[in-house]
């Protein structure tokens, strides 16, 4: 089987702490590779045994599929053998996202994150062939990516009981924020859980969830490393200590949004993956004096 009821077999494959890395550009805009190595580095020396890639947080619709291809490649060559590498792979249109999917594949991605279709709405039935399409056309272990806020619709429950039984369907990344109804769908289905929303990050922990795929991770990994593994050995006061010192990290995220929160945050200890590309666009001086007080209140700055 592609997974097992205790997570053990897919977080071996995946990871448990990952970082939803931002995409690097150069100053006119083109994908920086050789930033994109160092961060990837940078990032797996922090503590995250797994990255992903041309997610939410690295601009997916801003990148073409030779850029994909490329920073999945850099990645791959600069920490794959250190950590598991996902690529992300879903678009609204499932004929490319099929196409994408086995482009990674191909590549060597380790697996691979496939958001619920956005913009077009599709029906449960919709997204159940979607899916399914996807899943058929590859061998590597795919995480769905549940993000109403942004998809526009949920991935019902229903959904993910039918999905569960697709072989290569092997975990969700929630964003959805519903713990109660994750909490059922670990317990029903055997699917692993991650944590896709940092201030939900230990609540998720308790659900069931075996780690996060996260933006924090940017600049508090090693922190998130330390909760995760506190938590796993029994000590929850330490993990509770760790979640307290890092909310200030979600007001700031709320404030900025993901990725412009992301880059400034590595500019602000000594980083540069360049801005985002339009219509993201690079914080104010306000915003970064205001992320780098919430950075210091996170310790994550001094």
Not at 28 to 47: I, Y
Not at 66 to 81: F, M, N, P, Y
Not at 239 to 263: D, E, F, H, Y
Request: charged share 20%; hydrophobic share 45%.
């Amino acid at each position: 089987m592609a997974v097992s009821t205790s997570g053990i077999d897919v977080t071996a494959r995946l990871g448990t702490v990952l970082t939803a890395m931002v995409t690097p550009f150069k100053p006119d805009g083109s994908l920086d590779t050789a930033t994109a190595a160092k961060l990837a580095t940078r990032l797996v020396d922090a503590g995250c045994d797994g990255l992903v890639l041309s997610g939410t947080t690295g601009e997916s619709p801003t990148t073409t599929d030779d850029e994909k291809i490329a920073l999945l490649r850099t990645v791959l060559d600069s920490v794959g053998d250190r950590a598991r590498i996902i690529a992300g792979a879903g678009t609204y249109d499932t004929a490319h996202s099929v196409r994408l999917a086995k482009a990674c594949e191909s590549e060597g991605a380790h697996g691979l994150l496939i958001v619920t279709p956005y913009y077009s709405r599709p029906s449960q039935i919709g997204l159940t062939a979607h899916f399914t399409a996807i899943a058929d056309a590859v061998s590597v272990p795919i995480l769905l990516y549940d993000i109403p806020v942004r998809s526009g619709i949920p991935i019902a429950w229903d959904t993910i009981r039918a999905l569960s039984a697709h072989p290569n369907i092997v975990g969700i990344k929630d964003a959805k924020g519903d713990l109660c109804g994750g909490g059922q769908m670990i317990a029903e289905t055997g699917l692993v859980y991650y944590s896709g929303d940092d201030a939900l990050n230990l609540p998720w922990l308790a659900m069931g969830a075996v780690g996060f795929i996260s933006v924090w991770g940017h600049v508090a990994a090693s922190e998130l490393r330390e909760m995760l593994t506190a938590f796993n050995s029994g000590d929850v006061a330490t993990a509770r200590k760790i979640n307290a010192t890092l909310a200030p990290l979600s007001a700031a995220q709320s404030r900025m949004g993901g990725v412009t929160m992301a880059k400034a945050g590595l500019r602000l200890q000594g980083f540069d993956a360049g801005d985002p590309r339009l219509p993201q666009v690079p914080a104010t001086p306000d915003q970064i004096e205001a992320l780098a007080a919430d950075m210091r209140a996170a310790a994550v700055l001094r």
